[in-house]
Structure formats: structure tokens, C-alpha cells
């Protein structure tokens, strides 16, 4: 591997560009080493350093480190870029008073230096670049160990915290998954022809059917979105493409949905959904998947929703202005910042709480690290003068990767079932963004703001391929309905998953709050609009407390006899002949036998995949079709 170093490929070359005062400074910290008089001249100085540098003197030398100087020089040392990446090394070796930056050039010797300059050695090894000397390497790697991967520091339980949430979301996934992918198959999904965004009715209906409902209450806000899109289209403004909806007050965006809001996409993005007509339909994917394990078909997600351009999670940060300046060149793919955090997820320990802040921390520690924007300076709040995020302390990794790093895991990852998650409202959450110019009169920055801790589950283990199989979790007891002779279906709305509630409506007529009915037009109606028939017949028997009763069964078997009786054979065209003795020789002619048959005495069917051989064969014969089809 070649280092560009600067033209310092050696300690030499390196020591040659300091200043004249900066190596009097070490010349004068290392005068303890030094036998007889100090030289002056500046050549003179560098070899005396050097020769403080050769290879026996090393070892000692590097014991007058620091603790964390040495951990500097070993980062440096087997650094695949000879490179001290200084956000890594404070995130990994701590960020305060004790650990900055300045502790790197601390004096590591008890000797004050005159003018209180406490630099230590730590120049001899390491440029102000950051980078190494080669011939420093290759001495150093002798005796200098690895340094110690990243490590996350983990909770074996929540903290207790006034209004922390705790969701479980692999269940929740779980059962989510079918019972969206049956709205879709009802076709109750609308989508804005404006945005191709889900209408806020369309928010509603999957919201109804979300497990325990979204993260926060629909009753914080859940406004038309699409209306709200339109409000900012044109402006320059965040292209949110689904709004926080309505206003607390002048700035601050009410919560909204979160769950809700992923699924149409990530159903989309997995090539389960397509927007056909003004709303949402299943692809054929997607009716496969109404009868695959939910746990593979949500593995499946998540793999095509790291490449998909559908949306930019950080878009979502409404807050968070000028992300469309210049058409959002700006912005870096999304697809780079999903994979260095499923990177870190992967190296997370299974089943164990961990901050979110911590979760940041140790992908900057660990060299998982991505960048939201090639340009601070065009992302603002409030004002693009006064509240750019390009001014110091304003566009630090709190407010853009971590606010993404919250939108990403609690949106997606967790909708998906991945990560369990313990939050609080959003204005509960530290207010970390005070110092930012315009930004007084918000509660929150994002609705993300109150995400506090995540844990990564068997189901995110297995869709991170991290192991080969998902064993769900066995289930509560399911058994909550109850099938009578009647052919009526009892079952309490309070035992029901929405998906439940769902598939039976597609196949009885509900008569009560508490009963459903099914008879042979209901059952024929649900499999002629797709419904399997097997389908129906597994869900009453696996949901019923009781067995079958033989007049549901006998119901269940009438169906199936006449589903057979007739078939479909796809289209066709009639034909009409002025003559039955005409009709008779077409339909035998050796070319058209067995591709038309006869209807009646003067009539000639003709399926549409032999119409071109039909029409071809009729100009042998000397006709042709003449006027509009009979049908």
C-alpha cells in the first residue's frame, strides 16, 4: 500500500518541516536524554532528535507516552490509511476535558517546559497531518500491539426513565406485515397523484390495522399529507413528501405518523406494492407473499430497501431546511449511509439494550461512519443566513447522522421488526440542538428526537444474515373465534388481529359488533376477488375453539366442487356467418381445426391467441370479417 505522506516518508523528512521554535521546544523536553551542549541550528536539531528516534532508543521512547498518546500512535500504526482519524479516536477513547484532543501533546515527563508548552513526544511519532513516517512503522510494528477493536457498552435492562415506551417489534412486524398486505389487496391504500405519497385516509386505514396502534397517538396529528406537500411545493423548501401535518403553533410540526408512513414504501421498495389507478396494488410478489412466512418476506425488505432511491430517510427532519437546494446534489445516497449503519448493527450483541447515543459513538468509533451532506452550509433552520448548519458547533454528527441514525432506526428498521425500541415524546428528549440560531420556539427537532435505546432481536439477527434461520416466537393463544352450525362465525373485535379482521371480511358479512356470517355466494365472491379458497379453510380451523362443524365443512367442499366445474379459458371473439353450411366449413378447415369452435348453428368462436390465424385463413378462403363484433 502507498502513503501519501506529505513527502515525510521518512522521520527526517517530517521533523525538516516543523518550525524552528516547535523543535527547540522538543529538543528542550528531551534534554534529560541529551548528552553535552544543545545544538541550534535546525539540521542540527533534527538529527540529534533522530538519533533520540533510532531503533534501540524506540522502545524507551515510546514508553514516555501517555496512556492515550500511545493509543494515538498504535491507531496511527495499523491504520489502513496511516491516517489518525481523530473523530474515530474520540469516539472510541472518550471526548472530554481528560481526552481531547490537547491531551495527545500533554507532557508525559513531570519536567514544565519554561513558556508552559506541554507537548510530550508525541510529535516525534505522529505529524500534524496525522500521519507516520514509514521508517517509524516498520521499526514500531516490532513491539507495538493492535489496538483493541471498538467495543459497545450495552444495558442488560432499561434504565428507569419517566414515560419511556417499550415496543417489542418483531411480533408486532410480524403480524403487521399480512394484515398491510391485505389493505393493499383491498385496494384501501390510496396514493396523492400530486406526491405518490399515501392520502391521509389511506394513513388512517393502516394505522387502524397497526399491532397496539403507531408509536405515537394518532391524536398528536396525523393531517392530510398530501395537502401539506402541496403547502410547500416550489419554495425551495424540504420536499417531505408526507408532512408532519398540521402546526402546534408557527414552528413546530406536530409527531405524525411513523409506522404508518413506512410501510407503503417499505412495501413498495420490497417490489410487494405498486401505485396502479391512484392507489396501491399488490404486484404478483406480492400475493405470493399474502402466503409466505412473514419473517422471510420482511428479510426480503430489508435487503432491497438499502439500495432503494424511493425516499431519503433524512427528508423526514422537516425541521432541517434547503435539503432540495440545487436539485439536493448536496445530499449524499442514502444507499451508503444504510449500509454503514447495517454494518454496525451487525456487530452489535444480540438481545441487550443499548443507548442510542452509544450506538453513534461506537459507529464512529469502529469506522462506521457516513456523511448526510457533501455541504453544511445548504442546510439552515429557519433562516439560511443566520441558522445554516455550516456555521461551528451547528452541523455537528448530533444534528445530521444522528437525527438520520434515529429517522433510519425507528421508521425502518424497527417498522421491520429489527430492533427493539424504548423511547419517550419527542420534547421529552435532550435538547441538543439549543445553540442553533432560529431554533428557540421548537419542542423538537424531529419526531425521532424521543428514540432513547434500541436492541437488535433474533428477527433482526436473521435478517442481518447473521444467523441462517428465524424460529417466531410461539404465539399467544389464537384460537379466538368460534364457528357454529349456522354457518356464523362469533369473534370478539377485542381477540381479533386486524389481519384476522381483515381475511374475514372477505369471505362473511359481518351481522354484529361480535358475529359474521358466511354462506356459498360470500365464499364464492372472496375467491373469484383472489382469495384462495385453502386459505379460508386453514384460518377456520386453526382460529376456531372448536372443530368444524360438518355443515361449514360440507359448506367448504360445495365450494370447492363447483370452483372446478367451471373454468376460464380467457378471451375470445364471435363470429357470425350469414350461413350454417359456412360456419361448418371454416370451423373444419385443416388449418382452423381445434383453434375455433362452433356456437350454435352460425356461430364461431374464436380465442384471441388464434384471431391472426383465423383471419389469415379466412383470406385463403376468399372472406374476410366485415362490421362490428357480435358478442
Given amino acids: 500500500m502507498v502513503y501519501q505522506l506529505l513527502d515525510a516518508t521518512t522521520l527526517e523528512d517530517m521533523l525538516s518541516t516543523y518550525h524552528l521554535e516547535d523543535l527547540k521546544q522538543l529538543l528542550r523536553l528531551a534534554r534529560p536524554l541529551i548528552e553535552g551542549r544543545l545544538p541550534t541550528r535546525k539540521d542540527d536539531i533534527v538529527a540529534v532528535l533522530c538519533r533520540l528516534m533510532s531503533r534501540e532508543n524506540l522502545p524507551g521512547m515510546w514508553r514516555r507516552l501517555t496512556d492515550l498518546q500511545k493509543a494515538a500512535v498504535a491507531e496511527v500504526l495499523y491504520s489502513p490509511i496511516n491516517k489518525l482519524d481523530k473523530e474515530m479516536f474520540k469516539a472510541k477513547y472518550g471526548n472530554n476535558e481528560k481526552r481531547d484532543e490537547h491531551e495527545f501533546h500533554r507532557d508525559s515527563s513531570r519536567e514544565d517546559n519554561e513558556d508552559g508548552l506541554r507537548s510530550g513526544y508525541l510529535p516525534l511519532f505522529i505529524g500534524p497531518d496525522g500521519r507516520m513516517p514509514l521508517d517509524l512503522r516498520e521499526a514500531l510494528r516490532s513491539f507495538v500491539k493492535r489496538p483493541a477493536d471498538a467495543r459497545v457498552e450495552t444495558l442488560d435492562d432499561l434504565p428507569e426513565m419517566p414515560g419511556l415506551k417499550r415496543v417489542e417489534t418483531a411480533r408486532q412486524a410480524i403480524h403487521e406485515l399480512p394484515a398491510i398486505l391485505r389493505l393493499v389487496e383491498m385496494g384501501k391504500i390510496r396514493v396523492s397523484a400530486t406526491t405518490q405519497r399515501v392520502t391521509a385516509a389511506g394513513i388512517r386505514e393502516i394505522t387502524r390495522v397497526l399491532f397496539n396502534g403507531d408509536f405515537y397517538p394518532a391524536g398528536r396529528g396525523v393531517a392530510d399529507h398530501a395537502e401539506a406537500d402541496r403547502g410547500v411545493a416550489g419554495r425551495g423548501e424540504v420536499d417531505h413528501r408526507a408532512s408532519a401535518g398540521r402546526r402546534l403553533d408557527e414552528y413546530q410540526p406536530e409527531v405524525g405518523p411513523i409506522r404508518a408512513f413506512a410501510w407503503p414504501l417499505l412495501l413498495q421498495a420490497g417490489n410487494l406494492a405498486a401505485v396502479v389507478g391512484g392507489k396501491l396494488g399488490l404486484t404478483s410478489a406480492g400475493r405470493k407473499a399474502l402466503n409466505a412466512p412473514p419473517h422471510e418476506i420482511l428479510r426480503s425488505i430489508w435487503r432491497r430497501w438499502l439500495k432503494t432511491t424511493i425516499i431519503d430517510e433524512f427528508s423526514r427532519i422537516e425541521a432541517i431546511k434547503g435539503q432540495r437546494a440545487k436539485g439536493g446534489r448536496h445530499m449524499t445516497a442514502p444507499s451508503g449511509r444504510r449500509a454503514a449503519i447495517a454494518e454496525a448493527l451487525a456487530e452489535v450483541p444480540v438481545g ?49 447522522q444522528g437525527r438520520y441514525l434515529m429517522v433510519f432506526l425507528l421508521e425502518y428498521v424497527a417498522t421491520l421488526g429489527m430492533v427493539d425500541v424504548a423511547y419517550t415524546n419527542p420534547e421529552e428528549a435532550p435538547r441538543d440542538f439549543g445553540n442553533i440560531w432560529g431554533t428557540d420556539d421548537l419542542l423538537y427537532l424531529s419526531r425521532y428526537d424521543g428514540l432513547r435505546y434500541i436492541r437488535l432481536n433474533n428477527l433482526g439477527a436473521y435478517c442481518l444474515e447473521l444467523v441462517e434461520d428465524y424460529a417466531p416466537e410461539p404465539e399467544d393463544e389464537r384460537r379466538s373465534i368460534t364457528v357454529l352450525p349456522n354457518r356464523e362465525i362469533i369473534a370478539p373485535p377485542q381477540q381479533l388481529l386486524p389481519t384476522d379482521e381483515l381475511l374475514l371480511a372477505r369471505f362473511a358479512r359481518k351481522t354484529s359488533e361480535s358475529a359474521w356470517s358466511m354462506d356459498l355466494g360470500t365464499i364464492l365472491a372472496a375467491v373469484e376477488g383472489g382469495l384462495d379458497l385453502d386459505e379460508i ?79 389469415s385463413t379466412l383470406r385463403e378462403l376468399g372472406y374476410i370479417l366485415s362490421g362490428a363484433s357480435k358478442v
Fill in 537 to 615: 379453510r386453514r384460518f377456520l380451523t386453526v382460529r376456531s375453539k372448536n372443530p368444524l362443524p360438518d355443515t361449514v365443512r360440507d359448506l367448504l367442499e360445495d365450494a370447492a366442487r363447483r370452483l372446478k366445474r367451471l373454468t376460464d379459458c380467457g378471451q375470445a371473439r364471435l363470429i357470425e356467418a350469414d350461413d350454417p353450411a359456412l360456419a361448418l366449413e371454416i370451423v373444419n378447415n385443416s388449418s382452423l381445426r381445434g383453434r375455433c369452435l362452433l356456437a350454435g348453428e352460425r356461430y364461431i368462436v374464436v380465442p384471441s391467441d388464434s384471431e391472426g390465424l383465423f383471419r
Fill in 352 to 400: 441487550e439494550w443499548i443507548g442510542v447515543e452509544e450506538f453513534g459513538r461506537f459507529m464512529r468509533a469502529s469506522g462506521h461512519m457516513f456523511e448526510v451532506t457533501r455541504n453544511e452550509w445548504n442546510l439552515y433552520v429557519g433562516d439560511p443566513q443566520y441558522g445554516s448548519l455550516g456555521y461551528a458547533g451547528f452541523g455537528g454528527w448530533n444534528i445530521l
